[in-house]
């Protein structure tokens, strides 16, 4: 009898045990759902706005990466504006170089030309001044050359002096033995012509410009035209 009860309060316990087992697996179920869902929500919450956080900075961060984009541009087309400039003052620096050096060799060139053009004026000036003597000299001796060879000093066209000699010929003292005389540009003597023409007056010529012998020249053209006269009589 007392084995029937023991048994009874034992199953009357699991009973309850087993009642109470439900009852707190639905009663901790329930507020593990809720707690999990709650907790679920605050997830999602969460990763909402860590997304969203996140998204923005992500956003900022492309803006920033566009505006980098923008700047390395700027700075690229700046740079090459630069390169371009440099370039541009570069030719501009050789031109103006070319220029100094055209200056250079020009002023170089008019100096040049002004030394050469002192020192034709300076040889012109000394050529001037021998002619010059020399013409003086001839007409001092004019005088003299007329009374004692018979010789008459014209001046005809072009500065040329015309010498007419006479009484070489015995049969007609009045007939002209002519030659005419220059000094040229070097400051020599030179014979343009004479009528009747000498073999030997090249070498008077070349004999005067080295001994500036002018009396001599005149005196040996005199003898040549006298000893063509007695040949031509002969």
């Given at each position: 009898?007392?084995?029937?009860?023991?048994?009874?309060?034992?199953i009357?316990f699991?009973?309850?045990i087993k009642?109470?087992?439900?009852?707190f697996?639905?009663?901790?179920?329930?507020?593990?759902?809720s707690?999990?869902?709650?907790?679920?929500?605050?997830?999602?919450?969460s990763?909402k706005?860590?997304?969203?956080?996140?998204?923005?900075k992500?956003?900022?961060?492309?803006?920033m990466?566009?505006?980098?984009q923008?700047?390395s541009n700027?700075i690229?087309?700046?740079?090459q504006?630069?390169?371009?400039?440099?370039?541009?003052l570069?030719?501009?620096?050789?031109?103006?170089?070319?220029?100094?050096q055209?200056?250079?060799?020009l002023?170089d060139s008019?100096?040049?030309?002004?030394?050469?053009?002192?020192?034709?004026?300076?040889?012109?000036?000394?050529?001037?001044?021998?002619?010059?003597?020399?013409?003086?000299?001839?007409?001092?001796s004019?005088?003299?050359?007329?009374?004692?060879?018979?010789?008459?000093?014209r001046?005809?066209?072009?500065?040329q002096?015309?010498?007419?000699?006479?009484?070489?010929d015995?049969?007609?003292?009045?007939k002209?033995?002519?030659?005419?005389?220059?000094?040229?540009?070097?400051?020599?003597?030179?014979?343009?012509s004479?009528?009747?023409?000498?073999?030997c007056?090249a070498?008077?010529?070349?004999?005067?410009r080295?001994?500036?012998?002018f009396?001599a020249?005149?005196a040996?053209?005199?003898?040549?035209?006298?000893?063509?006269?007695?040949?031509?009589?002969?």
């Open positions: 009898m007392a084995d029937t009860k023991t048994e009874d309060e034992i009357l699991e009973r309850e009642e109470f087992w439900t009852k697996k639905s009663i901790y179920g329930i507020e593990q759902n707690q999990t869902s709650a907790l679920r929500d605050s997830c999602r919450e990763i706005a860590i997304s969203e956080k996140w998204s923005k992500l956003e900022e961060g492309d803006l990466i566009d505006k980098i923008e700047f700027e690229l087309q700046q740079s504006r630069v390169s371009e400039n440099q370039e541009h570069t030719e501009l620096k050789s031109n103006l170089n070319q220029e100094e055209q200056k250079k060799d002023t008019i100096q040049k030309l002004k030394e050469e053009l002192m020192k034709k004026k300076e040889i012109i000036a000394s050529k001037n001044k021998t002619t010059k003597e020399r013409v003086e000299q001839l007409c001092k004019k005088v003299l050359f007329e009374e004692r060879l018979g010789l008459e000093i001046r005809v066209h072009d500065e002096l015309e010498f007419v000699f006479r009484h070489i015995h049969k007609d003292p009045d002209p033995f002519v030659f005419t005389l220059f000094i040229n540009e070097q400051g020599d003597y030179e014979v343009t004479c009528t009747p023409p000498l073999d007056i070498e008077f010529q070349l004999k005067v080295e001994t500036n012998n009396s020249f005149i040996n053209i005199r003898k040549a035209f006298t000893a063509l006269s007695y040949k031509q009589s002969a």
